[in-house]
């Protein structure tokens, strides 16, 4: 049974570094043609794509973002970390982690979601 | 502005059918069959419920289908029920550094 689950701050203050992390059972990122996306959606709007992280370690940035984001993992803990850096409170949103189905570009299992508020 | 252009709403009646459009470009849902849908109710994660134009995931009813002709990807819900009444958003591949772009979302209302 696949599982991911989003954890982080709540609140972080405009200029602030943001920290996610995506904690995963169920499979193994190693496993050719896996992969971890993060998606957000701002409140009231639509989803965003942000990144995807590939099983070799290959990972994919959407451009509006790129110069902000950062992916990492940590493959003993079942982990992807997302940073986005200088945040700002249009990035508000509630940020999800999902598994991407193998050799697809669909997301097959979400996690809950964290929501993630952008204010001094 | 969304990369793939949606209906901001569509309706419909109990058992009737109904339809959602999801247009794009030959860069991203005329190029590739790597469209998706989702189902998405309030303060809820998405659901995936069709991938690669047509394919449902195990457990999602055949009354959701999905098809494309050209730049335009549809989803079409028959025997609308009112457990269907949810935001629905489609997804396309790229193939370019916008890996997956999403669709503006259409709310649907089961009247």
């Known amino acids: 049974q696949i599982t991911l689950k989003e954890s982080g701050p709540t609140l972080v203050k405009p200029t602030q570094t943001l920290t996610l992390t995506c904690t995963f059972s169920g499979f193994s990122l190693s496993t050719r043609g896996m992969g971890v996306g993060w998606i957000r959606q701002p409140p009231g709007k639509a989803l965003e794509w942000l990144a995807l992280f590939y099983w070799d370690d290959d990972k994919r940035y959407s451009p509006s973002l790129k110069s902000r984001l950062t992916l990492t993992k940590d493959t003993s803990k079942n982990q992807v970390v997302l940073t986005l850096t200088n945040m700002d409170p249009v990035d508000t949103a509630t940020y999800y982690c999902?598994?991407?189905?193998?050799?697809?570009?669909?997301?097959?299992?979400w996690g809950q979601g964290t929501l993630v508020i952008v204010s001094s | 502005q969304s990369a793939l252009t949606q209906p901001a709403s569509v309706s419909g009646s109990p058992g009737q059918s109904t339809t959602i459009s999801c247009t794009g470009t030959?860069?991203?849902?005329?190029?590739?069959?790597?469209v998706s849908w989702y189902q998405q109710y309030p303060g809820k994660a998405p659901k995936l419920i069709i991938y690669?134009?047509?394919n449902r995931p195990s457990g999602v009813p055949d009354r959701f289908s999905g098809s494309k002709s050209g730049n335009t990807a549809s989803l079409t819900i028959s025997g609308l029920q009112a457990e269907d009444e949810a935001d629905y958003y489609c997804t396309s591949y790229t193939g370019s550094s916008t890996l997956v772009v999403f669709g503006g979302g259409t709310k649907l209302t089961v009247l």
């Open positions: 999902a598994h991407r189905m193998t050799w697809d570009y669909s997301f097959d299992y």
């Open positions: 690669e134009v047509s």
């Open positions: 030959s860069s991203d849902v005329g190029g590739y069959n790597y």
